[in-house]
């Protein structure tokens, strides 16, 4: 499985941020799996955005809930984030990544290459 994530690489603030995810390799609606959107601020650690599972629901953040959407197209079996009204708080590397329960409880097995986004005037 691999994944793949593109999107505007710069952004003003107040826009909108949208990035699509392409799956190769499996199909997003594959029970059990969950494709979520993790993110990492410069100098911080990973922040988990959002999910959208193989059924189609959505869970987010409680901090981001707010300004994020996230949706699917399974016929070109992708997953894609918006984030409405960015700030340079916002300015991380994005990436999309597969989760799912194994073994060892819920863990992420694939994990795109990450694209980086900058917020800036």
């Known amino acids: 499985v691999q994944l793949q994530e593109w999107g505007p690489g710069l952004l003003k603030p107040s826009q909108t941020l949208s990035l699509t995810c392409a799956v190769y390799?499996?199909?997003?609606?594959?029970?059990?799996?969950?494709w979520s959107w993790i993110r990492q601020p410069p100098g911080k650690g990973l922040e988990w955005m959002g999910v959208?599972?193989?059924?189609?629901?959505?869970y987010y953040s409680p901090s981001l809930k707010s300004h994020t959407s996230i949706s699917r197209d399974t016929s070109k079996n992708q997953f894609s984030l918006q984030l409405s009204s960015v700030t340079p708080e916002d300015t991380a590397v994005y990436y999309c990544?597969?989760?799912?329960?194994?073994?060892?409880?819920?863990?992420?097995?694939?994990w795109g290459q990450g694209t980086q986004v900058t917020v800036s005037s």
């Open positions: 959208i599972g193989y059924e189609g629901s959505t």
């Open positions: 990544a597969r989760g799912g329960w194994g073994a060892s409880g819920y863990e992420y097995d694939y």
């Open positions: 390799g499996g199909s997003i609606t594959t029970s059990y799996y969950y």
